[in-house]
């Protein structure tokens, strides 16, 4: 049983919207928290601006529909790095708070 094909694109963009919608929440947050961190905070608000920025520029065509798609593209290993990042980032924040 599969939705109407025409459909697709559309639900392929907006999965992309809401992966970078994720992602710039996770980095305002992680930005917001290390804030008064010092160097380390520094050093975790860097890495998380960095990898938004990596998944922003290689996603936007992608999310709006505005560029060329282009297979074979590191788009997805883009994605999983920051998406392994942040996690990482939020694992981290949370043990310094609890320490």
Known sequence: MTGDPGLQPER??????????ALTVVTALTVRQALGGGGVGAALAGA??????????????????SGPVRTGSRTMPVVALAAAGAATLGALSVLTRLW
């Open 12 to 21: 392929t963009r907006l999965a992309w919207r809401r992966t970078l919608l």
């Open 48 to 65: 998380a601006v960095a990898g938004w920025a990596a998944t922003l520029t290689s996603c936007w065509g992608r999310a709006t529909g």
